[in-house]
């Protein structure tokens, strides 16, 4: 597996989707092939798993556990593969729905959380990290407490903070100046 990895981290409707979608594109103009694992949280849903303000243990090891299968998968057959919604944004959800619904976290199984995200991220070439902006308006079919959704952005944040792993903060440039970092850096097929 030679993929080169990219994860846009974020809470929804923050513009994940929209620079995924640019850098999809500029790479496949420089002729490298690119595979995006999309956010999994409608999976989960429909499998039954508790997400949002019900997040709970089980729904996050699937998120964090089925990302990183998807991850692999396409690493097999891609230059690049794009993560909308890294491991870190599970954690990140949990964190916020326990908090929110005050119920207590196992500090060990958090510490297991950890563990996966620190190690599995630490191969990202690029950790993209989206903020919050509460003037834009949500997408269509999402979630509209903004209560939630601050609090997961937060949570996100200091959970990258916590697993002490390097990240771009996109709030600090207009998003072509990011774009035009990772078309620098993946310039040729590898």
């Given at each position: 597996?030679?993929?080169r990895?990219?994860?846009?981290?974020?809470?929804?409707?923050?513009?994940?989707?929209?620079?995924?979608?640019?850098?999809?594109?500029?790479?496949r103009?420089?002729?490298?092939?690119?595979?995006?694992?999309?956010?999994?949280?409608?999976?989960?849903?429909?499998k039954?798993?508790?997400?949002?303000?019900?997040?709970?243990?089980?729904?996050?090891?699937?998120?964090?556990?089925?990302?990183?299968?998807?991850e692999?998968?396409?690493?097999?057959?891609?230059?690049?593969?794009?993560?909308?919604?890294?491991?870190?944004?599970?954690?990140?959800?949990?964190?916020?729905?326990?908090?929110?619904?005050?119920?207590?976290?196992?500090?060990?199984?958090?510490?297991?959380?950890?563990?996966?995200?620190?190690?599995?991220?630490?191969?990202?070439?690029?950790?993209?990290?989206?903020?919050?902006?509460?003037?834009?308006?949500?997408?269509?079919?999402?979630?509209?407490?903004?209560?939630?959704?601050?609090?997961?952005?937060?949570?996100?944040?200091?959970?990258?903070?916590?697993?002490?792993?390097?990240?771009?903060?996109?709030?600090?440039?207009?998003?072509?100046?990011?774009?035009?970092?990772?078309?620098?850096?993946?310039?040729?097929?590898?």
């Amino acid at each position: 597996m030679n993929a080169r990895c990219i994860g846009v981290t974020g809470t929804h409707s923050t513009g994940k989707t929209t620079f995924i979608n640019e850098v999809t594109c500029h790479l496949r103009e420089k002729e490298l092939t690119v595979s995006v694992v999309t956010d999994l949280a409608s999976t989960a849903a429909s499998k039954g798993f508790p997400i949002l303000h019900e997040h709970n243990e089980e729904s996050t090891l699937w998120l964090m556990t089925h990302g990183i299968s998807s991850e692999l998968e396409q690493s097999l057959f891609n230059d690049v593969v794009i993560v909308d919604r890294p491991v870190i944004d599970a954690v990140g959800y949990y964190l916020a729905a326990m908090e929110i619904t005050n119920r207590t976290i196992r500090t060990s199984y958090l510490d297991m959380l950890y563990c996966i995200a620190s190690e599995w991220l630490r191969r990202y070439e690029f950790i993209f990290k989206t903020n919050l902006n509460p003037q834009v308006p949500l997408g269509a079919g999402r979630n509209n407490d903004h209560k939630f959704r601050a609090l997961a952005d937060q949570k996100i944040t200091e959970a990258l903070a916590y697993i002490e792993i390097d990240y771009i903060d996109m709030s600090h440039q207009p998003s072509e100046a990011y774009l035009q970092l990772v078309t620098n850096s993946f310039s040729c097929r590898i």
